[in-house]
Nanobody, 124 residues
Framework: QVQLAESGGGRVQAGGSLRLSCASS????????VGWFRQAPGEERQFVAALSSSDDRINYADSVKGRFTISRDTAKNTVYLQMNSLKPEDTAVYYC?????????????????WGQGTQVTVST
């Protein structure tokens, strides 16, 4: 059973930056594709970014392209989401998700393993 734990959320002003971390309980985390999703109150869970298990494929939502960067530190079994130029509309709970040998899928239903989420609030 893969366990995921997000951290790094918080409150920032518009234009600021945050780096989210998704730490895994398994030492073979490099075999997993990882996605970041977000969910604002009253809205459906939305794709943000995804990285394939081989790290050779990355997808971003159009709304975050050029501002967010997904990356992996295999030695630390951790995937990061660097978020720059944050906007109030980025406010949401951010979740990481994992899938064995994932290929950077963009649908939440493609991921069997999920973390508990971390709140990101961007103020004006």
């Amino acid at each position: 059973q893969v366990q995921l734990a997000e951290s790094g959320g918080g409150r920032v002003q518009a234009g600021g930056s945050l780096r989210l971390s998704c730490a895994s309980s398994v030492r073979t985390f490099g075999w997993y594709g990882v996605g970041w999703f977000r969910q604002a109150p009253g809205e459906e869970r939305q794709f943000v970014a995804a990285l394939s298990s081989s790290d050779d494929r990355i997808n971003y939502a159009d709304s975050v392209k050029g501002r967010f960067t997904i990356s992996r530190d295999t030695a630390k079994n951790t995937v990061y989401l660097q978020m720059n130029s944050l906007k109030p509309e980025d406010t949401a709970v951010y979740y990481c998700a994992a899938k064995t040998l994932g290929t950077a899928q963009v649908l939440p239903s493609d991921y069997p393993y999920w973390g508990q989420g971390t709140q990101v609030t961007v103020s004006t």
